[in-house]
């Protein structure tokens, strides 16, 4: 495999069970990223949304399947007035979003069958995810069948956990033999935010312990210690540790026992228990969105205000945990849409921390726009500095994909 000569152009595609994500980023010029979605394949009521240079678009679109969708996607990238391309043939290489790698795919890999058979291989371990991932990359094999196709794994960040962090106390053939295991994920945003926070801090990653707070309607902690990924709080699957948006996180495996003697709930009943109707969604009784949650614990509403309280002391033990891990910390990042858009959350989760070195100056953290740029709100005398991160995960699958596109040269 070559790499293409000429200005790099990438496009990066996630592709999900009834959405298409997409971003296109042009090496020459940063500013002309372009970023997309098409929502509800499948389904009555499909529509593209794309904001790039020239603002956003929104158009209604047929319903129809994953051909219809790419189609829909590069008739938009290259709109005379709203797109981007002159012509399909411009892009230079793919990346590829896919969930689980498994043991195997410890970094970003150009794709051939091989790589494809291991992916669908891998679909017991993420059944949701792995299966459509594989189909919107053969589907992209098609349309684009001259330019290298590049696998970016979000379980590939943590593949430098060390055994006593990834091991559960199962017996040790349920690993060996079933590789039931903590893998992690958010791996590009936690590798993406570290890098940022330390170029930011002019200091070089890998002399930094980090534990980095991906806070959104999916949520994980990482330590990062010294450039590596030592623990995480998502584990076999998403559904470990933190209060999520729908998730429970962290669960005595007793309840689900009892709730099957008891109640008799099902093998589907208890995984949408998990996934679907716990979280700040159950807790709350109102939404699993933390801007509504936060809207009503502030008009008094008692149920609102313990979601939150529920979901930013799980985030505070967590660090508590990870400082310990790693005996220390330089930086903490908060990032996602509620770490970066919640100084409410930000404040609790934080909360009591000074013995650790990590003081929140209240006014910097009301005051930080997180979407927009790289916000300091740690006190000057803080030991710990703490920085929201406007996290990128598109941008560190396109680096990948570079990266692996070179390497394969």
Do not use: W
């Not at 298409?20 to 009555?44: M, T």
């Not at 219809?68 to 399909?88: C, I, K, N, W």
């Amino acid at each position: 495999m070559t790499k293409p000569e000429g200005a790099e152009k990438i496009l990066v595609v996630n592709s999900g069970s009834s959405s298409l994500k997409y971003s296109f980023f042009d090496l020459e010029s940063e500013p002309g990223a372009v970023h997309g979605v098409i929502e509800r394949i499948g389904a009555p009521g499909t529509r593209l949304v794309q904001r790039g240079p020239h603002g956003e678009v929104t158009r209604a679109l047929p319903q129809g399947g994953y051909p219809e969708a790419f189609a829909a996607m590069l008739r938009e990238l290259s709109a005379p007035g709203t797109g981007v391309l002159r012509d399909a043939a411009e892009i230079t290489m793919v990346g590829h979003r896919v969930v689980h790698g498994g043991e195997r795919f410890a970094e970003a890999v150009v794709i051939d069958d091989a790589v494809l058979r291991a992916i669908d291989e891998l679909a017991p371990l993420a059944p949701l995810h792995n299966p459509v991932n594989a189909a919107g990359i053969r589907e992209a094999r098609r349309v684009f069948p001259a330019v290298p196709h590049v696998a970016v794994f979000d379980t590939s960040f943590h593949h430098t956990l060390p055994p006593h962090a990834y091991l559960y106390g199962l017996p040790y053939a349920y690993y060996e033999q079933k590789g039931i295991r903590r893998y992690g994920f958010h791996g590009m945003s936690h590798g993406y935010v570290s890098l940022a926070a330390a170029q930011h801090l002019g200091r070089d990653a890998g002399e930094l312990a980090i534990v980095s707070c991906h806070l959104g309607n999916g949520a994980s902690l990482c330590a990062i210690d010294h450039g590596r990924s030592v623990d995480t709080s998502m584990g076999f699957t998403p559904g470990e540790g933190l209060i999520m948006g729908t998730r429970c996180g962290d669960l005595d495996p007793g309840v689900l026992l009892h709730l099957q003697r008891v109640d008799g709930l099902s093998d589907a009943q208890a995984e949408e228990l998990l996934n679907e109707r716990s979280g700040l969604l159950g807790l709350s009784g109102i939404s699993s969105d933390m801007r509504e949650i936060e809207q009503a614990a502030g008009a008094g509403n008692r149920r609102a205000l313990l979601a939150m309280q529920a979901f930013s002391y799980r985030v505070r033990k967590y660090i508590g945990a990870y400082v310990a891990a790693m005996g220390g910390l330089d930086v903490l990042i908060f990032t996602g849409g509620i770490g970066q858009g919640s100084a409410g959350v930000r404040s609790l989760a934080t909360l009591g921390l000074e013995c650790m070195g990590i003081q929140l100056d209240a006014q910097r953290n009301r005051d930080a726009r997180g979407f927009d740029r790289i916000c300091p709100i740690s006190t000057d005398a803080s030991r710990v500095k703490i920085l929201v991160v406007p996290t990128n995960e598109e941008l560190m699958i396109a680096r990948e994909t570079l990266r692996a596109v070179a390497a394969a040269a």
